[in-house]
């Protein structure tokens, strides 16, 4: 097998994670590839690559802390949370004050028991729940339920200057969903909330000022064809 090395990638909007995964395997020849931690794809930023042997530390960048920034719109709702879906609710926010909005994120903050969104790739029931979600089905409709999971959210900070859309940063552990935490915000404030643009800016020791695009990798790494004579 081969050595193998680890890749930063800032994964651009709308690419899946598979997507480059795919894109730098063939531009790259690597014969084993993969990436330590999905991004949805209408998020951004940092993306772990492991090739060859390194392929086995996989797990261990996966579990590390993650941070990233957003920003998130109160008011209105989508069923994935985010714009990948049309809205499908609207909310009157002008008695939601500062102090409701810290609140609400004081009570995100720590270990929380999480929902995973509908639209996610958690199976339930030999089946990935956005397989369901795109048939139709509600959390509520799904048969036994989604299971919550225990997570960290060891910060969520928020600015509201541009209120209803709040800004954020948040560092949690592995297994978080920035879109769940959208979710209940709006729920604890009694309203509804979705998440308008989110990057992911560290991974453990790694940060999004380390990784390169997709096209600065493969440039410098594109073989050199030999010369002939």
């Known amino acids: 097998m081969e050595e193998g090395q680890l890749i930063l990638i800032d994964k651009p909007l709308t690419w899946t994670s598979f997507d480059v995964v795919k894109k730098l395997k063939f531009a790259g020849k690597f014969k084993k590839i993969g990436h330590a931690g999905t991004l949805d794809p209408l998020a951004t930023g940092l993306l772990i690559l492991c090739t060859g042997k390194m392929t086995k530390q996989i797990d261990s960048y996966q579990a590390q802390e993650k941070e990233y920034t957003g920003t998130l719109v109160l008011g209105k709702t989508t069923p994935s949370v985010d714009l990948e879906t049309e809205f499908d609710a609207e909310f009157d926010v002008s008695a939601i004050t500062p102090e409701a909005i810290q609140t609400a994120v004081q009570q995100?903050?720590?270990?929380?028991?999480?929902?995973?969104?509908?639209?996610?790739?958690?199976?339930?029931?030999?089946?990935?729940?956005?397989?369901?979600?795109?048939?139709?089905?509600?959390?509520?409709?799904?048969?036994?339920?989604?299971?919550?999971?225990?997570?960290?959210?060891?910060?969520?900070?928020?600015?509201?200057?541009?209120?209803?859309?709040?800004?954020?940063?948040?560092?949690?552990?592995?297994?978080?969903?920035?879109?769940s935490l959208v979710r209940d915000l709006g729920l604890l404030l009694q309203n509804g909330a979705y998440l308008k643009s989110l990057r992911r800016t560290r991974i453990g020791d790694f940060r999004i000022e380390e990784a390169e695009t997709i096209e600065g990798f493969i440039s410098k790494n594109r073989p050199v064809e030999p010369l002939h004579s």
């Open 108 to 179: 995100l903050t720590g270990v929380i028991d999480q929902i995973p969104p509908i639209y996610s790739a958690v199976r339930v029931n030999g089946e990935r729940l956005y397989e369901k979600a795109r048939r139709g089905e509600t959390a509520d409709q799904v048969d036994g339920g989604i299971k919550s999971r225990v997570i960290t959210v060891s910060t969520f900070e928020v600015r509201s200057e541009r209120f209803p859309e709040i800004d954020f940063r948040i560092v949690c552990s592995k297994g978080t969903y920035i879109r």
